[in-house]
Structure formats: C-alpha cells, structure tokens
C-alpha cells in the first residue's frame, strides 16, 4: 500500500447478503460476527445495527438468547431437549422441550456421550449444545443430564484387584461398569449373572451398585435369554392366585357347544412350537351354486372359556400382554397348566374351541360365514416341514393317510385364498430371517436361514381370512373391537425413498396414490439385481408400524379395511378380548366382555401394543446375543457381507452366512474424513471419494463378538472392496478364513473395542415373530436398525 493511501473500507452487505450468512451458520451469530464477516467498522456498525432490526421487524430473522441472531424457527446453541427414540440406523434423536405441539420440529441427533456415562434413553432430557447441520436437522452434544441414570442394571459379577466386585452390565446403552463393595455384594461370585441396584453414589470415582439378585452363571449357556428377558422387564412369575386357579381348570363337556369331533381338523406349526392355538380343515362345498368353492373351517383355542375379565389369570394375561420366545424357553402369557395344557389343541384330545366357518368361491371370495362355540379333536399335530413334503409327494407315516383326505383340499382351499390375495395387492417383502438351533448342552449348533414354504403361506391365508371374518362379525353385532391397524406410510418416508430410487435409476411417481401394490411391483422389478435386498429393506422403512387400537383405519400391508387379531388367544391379549367379543355378540355363552369393557379399549390397545415392541425387542437380544457366543471362537475370519446400516459414526454389516449384524467403527475405514449422506444413505469421503453405501456387498473380518450383550465389530478387509464373488452373489459366502496373526486386534482403536459393550441400540422395529397373519413364526425378526437385524413386519 502507497504512503498516505487510505485503506478502502468495505461496502455495506444487502439484506440478502445477511440472511444468507445467517441462514448457512450451524448456529446462531451475534452482531460482531456479523461485523467481522463482513469487514464492517467503526460508523458502518449503526446502520448495520439498524438493518438487522429491520431484518428482525419483518420476521426474517429472530433474536434469541444473548441477542444473537438466527433464521426464524431456528434453535439457540443451548437447549433442553428430550429424546424420542432411535432411528433405523440407530442415532438417537431427540426434540426441544419447549416447542409448541402443533408444530413439527426440528431433528436433533444427539451425539454419543463420554464413556463412563449411561447411553440416553426414550424420554431422558438434557441440557444440550446445538449446531445445525442442515434445513432444521441438528447435532446435540449433552452438557448435563436432567434425568436420572438407571435405578437397576443386570450385569455380570467380577473381582476387582482391591477385593471389592465390579459389575459388568449387559445393556450396551449402560456404558459404565459399577463398584460393588464386599458387603454389598449378597455372596455372589465372578462370573454370575446378578441384578443390582445402583446407589447413585461414588467412591474412589467408581459408581456404587449393590446385588440385589443372584441370576446364576453366565457359563450357562441359557443364561442368555435369561438375561435379555430381565433387561426387558419380562415378567417370568405368576401369581399364586393365577397358578391355583390354572391348576384348577377342568375339562370341558359338550354341553350346548357344536360337536366338531368328528371333523379331521389338524394343526400346523414349526417343529419347535410349544403351544397349539389353531386347527385347520377344508373341503369342497356341496352348493350346486358355487361350483369349485369351498368350505373352509378353523378352530382356536377357547381360552375365554377359563380366562374371565378381571380374575388372577386375567390380571397376568393382560400384564405380559403376549408370549415371548426364545430359542431356549417361551416365556407364556398364560402358565404352562393351560398354554401347554388343556387349551393346547393337542392330537386325540378333546378340546373347547371358537371357530368360524367360512365359504368362500372359486377365486377365493367369501360368500358367507359364521361363528360357532365348540369341542374338537385334532386329528393330527404336523409341521410345515411335513405338510410341504407330503404335498410335494414325500410322505411320512403320519401324513401318508391325510393327503387326499386333509392336505390336498387344504392347497387347493389355499390357491383360492391365493388368488384373493394376488387381486387386492398386499405388500410383498422379501426379507431374509435367521433361526438359532442349540445343541443338547444349550449351545448353538447352527445358524440358518428361515424357510418360507407353501404350507406357512397356506396357514397364514388360512388365518388372514379368519382374522378379517371376526372383525367383519364384531362391526355388524356393534361390539368393542380391538383391531390390528397399520397405517399408510408417512409422506415424509415416501419422499425420502423415491429420491433414493431416483438415484438408481428407479421411478416412484410423484403424487400417485400409493397403495400396498405399489411397493410390491417395485420389488418385483429389482429381484434379481444387486439392489434386491437394500430397496427391501428401505420400504420396510418406510413402513408404519402395526399397533392394536379399537379406532379402525385399516390394514395397509394387508390391504384390508377391517382386521382384527382372532387366531392366537394363548398367546396374545389381543385375541382373548376378540373371543370375548365374539362371544358377547354371537350369544354364544359364558366368557364374553363385561358391559363397560369397551371404555378402557384405548389404554388396552397402547399397552399390549409396548408389550409387544417389548417382546420383540428382548427376542431380538437373545438372538444376537447367542449369535455372537456363536462366532465368539471365529475372531480374525473373513466373512462376504452388505451394508445394512449407514450413520454418522460407522456402518452397520450383516454376515450373510449367520444374519449377524456387527459395527464398523468410522474410525477403522481407511483414512480420510467422511461426510455422512443421508438421502444416499452413504459415507463419502472427502479427500479420495470413498463412498460406502446401503446395500454394498463387503468382505469384513471379524474382530470382537462379545457374548453378554451381543455385540460384533468388524473390520472392512483389506481396502474394503467387495470381492468378484461377493458383488456376483454367484458363490456362497466365504468359509471363516484361518486367523491372521495379531489380526484380532489389527485396526482397532480402543474405542472400537470398547464399543462393543457401549454402542446405543435401536429398539424399534415394528414387529418381528408375528406373521401377516397374526400366526406365530418361530424365526426372531431382523432390523434395519444397528446391530439387530430387520423384522418382518407385524401384521
């Protein structure tokens, strides 16, 4: 600059120029910031001052705390907030405090907290720092915690070198181990599995806890539901009113109920079934007017019979809210005296029923039905392994007698049934489910893939027409129905997926109706590419989740108007109130609803609804737990893989030859800094263009699989490119490779190690053991969601 030169002062911004330096700051600025961005001193600052007020008159920008200035709606940098819930890719998101209702907010995905510190939980608030990362999306990091850490934990007992016990917890969102001291620790010993309460107190900067609760040795294999059915408050004991009056149950006569003995019912379920809750018969209908029709009959337990509104096994019923199951126990609604008992429909053995009888024509519509109060005899107890082979004309000693007379009308009754379905266009998703087979010892054996045969399609038609049958009888009787709704997806979700199909070259066209069909022939035209799989598990994504409520707004999956859960009453409170529905309406005896019943169907429908997230959840753990105990020994192997999950902080990948979903860590990807693109669902890196997306097929090796609380981390192999084979999908996955040495630890920070026991997860999913027609499959669902795998929905 030339001696005597003034410095040349900056122009003054325009408006524009101002809102959109506001707008593009993650947080709101101040007048200075202002000032400085734009070279402004001295007098200029008075009518920068004034254009801001003007700015702020107008409504374009607001003054929140400190002055500072943000676009309208905008969030200040310190906030309480309360969290919502976890996503599908399984970040915790959260919403202000103080925002009005009607409004929608903004998304807040909190940050992991220090370790040390329980994970937040569902309705948790905190004092939070806020930064925007996008159009009203924010990232949180807590500053202080407003709600209070866990008042039990469940964990595993361990010695610490001063002599005192440290307690291990099995929940991964309790990311800190506690202090037991000697007098605290009620005799247990390293190695079991205990109940603790924490003491909220500290010492030697330890948090305390004492046992409360000896649970037995983690060694034990079958420890591992135990412990998922304690982390999810599973109630295991019954009443001793309940016990007695299940005990004292008798038999029931004939009495005025309609004799079906004679009628060659039979059950169908997995080869694991515990409980026999539905029979099945068909036959051609002898109606000259409905030529190549059939008369379909099925027959459920009458648990209403020995289950009355209000008494000691009603109060447990409605407490559990439904079964749970897990590869080593069930956990029933009812005690074993009944649900394994005298309303199991048991081959040869007479049992009370509810069943409908229903006619329906050569293309499956149904022309009429009705409900009738009876006693049955099963004729057989098959599985579906049986049925399909006798069908396929393999048949065993039991089934060899029942082809012509009970299976082959039940197929043919069921092409019918098929043909229903196919013309009112249900939603069709093909997602895989993995079944946990243990060994004598409770150990697991093998992991395999579930099989969907004809003979389960064949049973869940059976139990969709039955379902759609009791609602359509509850609505013209005017009786309370709890109905199983699912709802339309959300707008939001729709848009969301068809910007990632464009991306692939697919269409979802805007402003259409979208009906269940819709998704159903966008599956069909990705089957067999390598997207198959990952736009599956988007539109299970997109989907509501399925919910008991007495307000009917259909089923959207199903593509039905009406639909309610009639076919499993041992094993879901749900089906007992339609039975006693049914039974009030139809006049069919003893049992039925009291008259004020149907006022409390809104808290009924909300609770049994939790119990069921509830079981699925804790279902889910147990699977994931054993899974690891599975690959434990397996450390170091290379496995084929697909990205099933995308976050800010690693990504998920399912094992294809076990189901198994394992964390890697960002910080294990190869070296560069990655952006996480949501509308991609991917992580692009900056500086190389690195992306990892949904769906990709990956080799990844095993580096930590951590038995108590189910947890897998892996590492991208090599450079993480897919393997020929891998991208093909033409071979098997890979046979565990032989462990490199020192690869168990290679990559790994302490973190990753670490995370294992202390990643946050998702607890969501709709639905995971019940079928679309409300008939049990054995097979635990899988997720979308970290490290759980996606459920079918629950229909």
């Known amino acids: 600059m030339a001696d005597g030169q003034k410095k040349k002062k900056a122009p003054l911004p325009t408006k524009q120029q101002i809102l959109d330096f506001v707008r593009e700051s993650p947080t709101p600025v101040g007048k200075r910031e202002i000032a400085r961005a734009f070279q402004i001193t001295g007098a200029d600052r008075i009518p920068l001052k004034a254009m801001l007020k003007e700015l702020e008159r107008d409504g374009q920008v607001d003054r929140g705390r400190k002055r500072r200035i943000a676009r309208p709606g905008a969030l200040p940098n310190v906030a309480v907030v309360q969290v919502t819930g976890i996503d599908p890719d399984g970040e915790v998101l959260a919403r202000p405090v103080a925002w009005p209702a009607d409004a929608e907010p903004p998304r807040i995905y909190m940050a992991p907290d220090r370790p040390g510190t329980p994970a937040l939980g569902r309705g948790d608030r905190v004092l939070a720092r806020l930064a925007r990362t996008g159009e009203d999306v924010y990232e949180g990091r807590t500053i202080r915690r407003l709600a209070g850490a866990p008042k039990r934990v469940l964990g595993i ?69 135990l412990i998922s059915i304690h982390e999810h408050d599973i109630p295991t004991e019954f009443s001793p009113e309940a016990l007695e009056q299940a005990e004292a149950a008798q038999p029931v006569a004939l009495g005025n109920r309609t004799d079906l003995r004679e009628v060659p019912l039979v059950t169908i379920d997995g080869a694991d079934a515990r409980d026999f809750d539905d029979a099945v018969w068909a036959a051609p209908d002898d109606d000259p007017r409905n030529r190549g029709g059939w008369r379909l009959l099925v027959a459920i337990a009458d648990v209403s019979h020995y289950v009355r509104p209000g008494d000691p096994l009603d109060r447990a019923a409605y407490e559990r809210g439904n079964s749970a199951y897990f590869p080593d126990r069930v956990v029933p609604m009812l005690p074993e005296a009944l649900s394994n008992g005298l309303c199991s429909l048991k081959p040869k053995e007479e049992r009370p029923c509810l069943a409908v009888e229903m006619i329906i024509d050569r293309e499956g519509k149904k022309r009429r039905h009705r409900f009738i109060r009876g006693l049955m005899r099963s004729a057989a107890r ?13 048949p065993d000693d039991m089934t060899g007698p029942l082809v012509e007379p009970v299976i082959a009308p039940l197929y043919n009754a069921f092409a019918a049934l098929q043909m229903a379905r196919e013309r009112r266009g249900t939603l069709e998703l093909d997602i895989a489910e993995r079944r946990v087979i243990l060994g004598e010892d409770g150990h697991v054996e093998r992991i395999e893939p579930r099989l969907r045969l004809d003979s389960h399609k064949l049973i869940e038609e059976f139990m969709i027409a039955a379902n759609v049958a009791a609602a359509e009888t509850l609505e013209e009787k005017r009786q309370p129905a709890m109905y199983r709704v699912h709802d339309a997806p959300d707008p939001v979700k729709i848009e969301a997926l068809r910007q990632f199909l464009d991306s692939l070259g697919l269409s979802l066209a805007r402003g259409q109706v979208i009906r269940p069909k819709t998704f159903t022939q966008l599956l069909e035209r990705v089957a067999g590419t390598p997207y198959a799989a990952m736009v599956n598990e988007l539109v299970l994504r997109s989907q509501a989740q399925a919910v008991y409520a007495p307000e009917n707004i259909g089923h959207f999956g199903l593509a039905l108007p009406r639909y309610a859960h009639f076919t499993s009453p041992i094993r879901r409170y749900a089906d007992l109130l339609v039975h006693r529905a049914l039974v009030s309406g139809c006049s069919l005896g003893e049992g039925g609803l009291t008259p004020e019943a149907g006022a409390g169907f809104t808290e ?21 737990r054993y899974t690891a105990a599975f690959l434990a020994d397996k450390v170091g192997a290379v496995f084929h893989g697909r990205i099933n999950g995308v976050t800010r902080f690693g990504l998920f990948v399912t094992l294809l030859d076990s189901g198994a979903d394992g964390l890697v860590p960002i910080s294990t990807l190869p070296a560069d800094f990655y952006d996480h693109d949501e509308a991609r669902h991917a992580l692009v890196g900056r500086r190389w263009g690195r992306v990892y997306s949904l769906g ?22 090599e450079d993480g490119a897919p393997s020929e084979s891998a991208a093909s999908g033409a071979k098997p996955p890979l046979k565990a490779r032989p462990r490199r040495k020192g690869a168990a630890k290679a990559g790994t920070t302490a973190a990753a190690r670490k995370a294992v026991r202390k990643k946050a997860k998702p607890d969501k999913t709709p639905p995971g053991k019940t079928g679309p027609s409300g008939k049990r499959s054995k097979a635990p669902p899988r997720s979308k969601s970290g490290k759980a795998t996606p459920p079918r929905p629950r229909r």
């Open 157 to 225: 007992y361990e010695r610490g070198p001063d002599g005192d016990g440290r307690l291990r917890p099995t929940d991964r969102r309790v990311k800190t181990d506690f202090r037991v001291a000697t007098e605290d620790a009620d005799g247990a010993e390293p190695g079991e599995l205990v109940q603790a309460e924490v003491l909220h107190t500290h010492r030697l900067g330890w948090l305390q806890a004492r046992v409360v609760e000896r649970l037995g040795r983690l060694g034990d294999a079958r420890s591992i539901s």
């Open 382 to 394: 098959l599985t579906y392994e049986q049925v399909q082979q006798a069908r396929d004309g393999a």
């Open 604 to 624: 009924i429908g909300a609770h049994i609804s939790m119990t069921e997230r509830r079981a699925a959840a804790a279902e889910r753990d147990a699977v994931d």
């Open 696 to 717: 990709d097929p990956v080799e990844a090796r095993l580096m930590e699989a951590e038995p108590v609380t189910g947890g897998l981390i892996l590492q991208l192999d």
